[in-house]
């Protein structure tokens, strides 16, 4: 990829404050992208970029941000589906309001988004979309029931968005991180007795070693989003240090 793959293109970046989505929105801009960055919570959001307090389970504020997008950036070519929650536990640890929540955030909030945006992203010439999935939707993972089949749906939709969109040059696709190392990770092991011990386990059980990086997710996502991938669509990308498919030994 060259420095200037995105120029003259436009970007939205939801879940673009922190994380593997802001890795992504600062990657596009690096590369000439105009880009405005979706979030519930925008406050740390500054140039070169665009931030747009929107939550994507209020379909109010998501059409009113992808307006307001559209109209600041001049247009949408391209869109991140990456705003996502996590939930932990077997089939019996979250009650109904939860995977309603979860659901909304992680399969819905895509739907939405994408609804609001496909009216400008007809009108692109290089009009493409990337979800964030997980190699949660294929793999089966312990104690993570809901999220596996929020990820599992979100695969199922990039399918059929592709699908429904291809012949309008509408490019969908979507990664599939495996742990990266974010906020997100974080919090999950502040919430062990030994964080330290549990960060050193989880990453010897990565077959590379180590956490993935939100900027490797990112230059995944910029690869699908840009012209270079203009035969690529339907696609899932695994970006999981190699997890899914290797049977590397334990360290
Ligand atoms: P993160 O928690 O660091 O960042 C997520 C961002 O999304 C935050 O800025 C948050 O404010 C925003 N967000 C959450 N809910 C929102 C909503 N309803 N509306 C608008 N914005 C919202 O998370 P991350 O690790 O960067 O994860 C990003 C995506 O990557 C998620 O879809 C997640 O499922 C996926 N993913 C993460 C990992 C990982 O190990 N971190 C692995 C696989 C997939």
Redesign the pocket.
Known sequence: MSAQDFAGLTAIV?????????ATATLLAERGARVAV????VSTVAEPFIGIQ????DRASVDAGVARAAELLGGIDIVIN?????AIGNVEANDDAEWARVLD??VV?IARVTRAALPWLRTSQAAAIVN?????ALNGLPDRAL?SAS?GAVYALTLAMATDHVREGIRVNCV?????G????DRLLEKAENPDAERAALEARQAIGRL?A?EE?ANAIAYLASPLAGSTTGTALDVDGGVSHLRVRPV
Not at 14 to 22: K, M, V
Not at 38 to 41: I, K, P, Q, Y
Not at 132 to 136: E, G, W
Not at 182 to 185: G, H, K, S
């Open positions: 939801t879940g673009g404050a922190a994380g593997i989505g802001l979706f979030d519930r919570d929107a939550d994507v389970t990456n705003a996502g929650i996590g955030v992680n909030g964030t999935c997980s190699i949660a999220y990820k599939s991180p495996g742990t990266v974010t906020a997100w990770v993935v939100p997710v």
